[in-house]
């Protein structure tokens, strides 16, 4: 089983920035093998996806993220990070860290970092 634990969020002004974390529990072998994301969803609207990474390191971005946010990972520490720069008001909502697990072909589910982007 596997246990996702994000944490990082916060109020921040527009252009600041935050670092998300999502901290894993159970084997760091298939942490290591696994594809993490970043999911968002804002109030009234579904969740959608901000960022991937590969268990190779292999990074994809939204649209809407692209040169501002970075995905990145640490196996040793089984955790998954998200640094994201120059915040807008339409970046606030609940990120959700998401693991695929690549042998049970699982998708696992933190419980959500609340993100608030306001002046």
């Known amino acids: 089983q596997v246990q996702l634990v994000e944490s990082g969020g916060g109020l921040v002004q527009p252009g600041g920035s935050l670092r998300l974390s999502c901290a894993a529990s159970?084997?760091?072998?298939?942490?290591?093998?696994?594809?993490m994301r970043w999911y968002r969803q804002a109030p009234g609207k579904q969740r959608e996806l901000v960022a991937t990474i590969s268990a190779g390191g292999r990074t994809n971005y939204a649209e809407f993220v692209e040169g501002r946010f970075t995905i990145s990972r640490d196996n040793a520490k089984v955790t998954a990070y998200l640094q994201m720069n120059s915040l807008k008001p339409e970046d606030t909502g609940v990120y959700y860290c998401?693991?695929?697990?690549?042998?049970?072909?699982?998708?696992?589910w933190g419980q959500g970092t609340q993100v608030t982007v306001s002046s």
């Open positions: 998401n693991l695929f697990h690549p042998i049970r072909q699982d998708d696992y």
């Open positions: 159970g084997s760091i072998f298939i942490f290591s093998i696994a594809v």
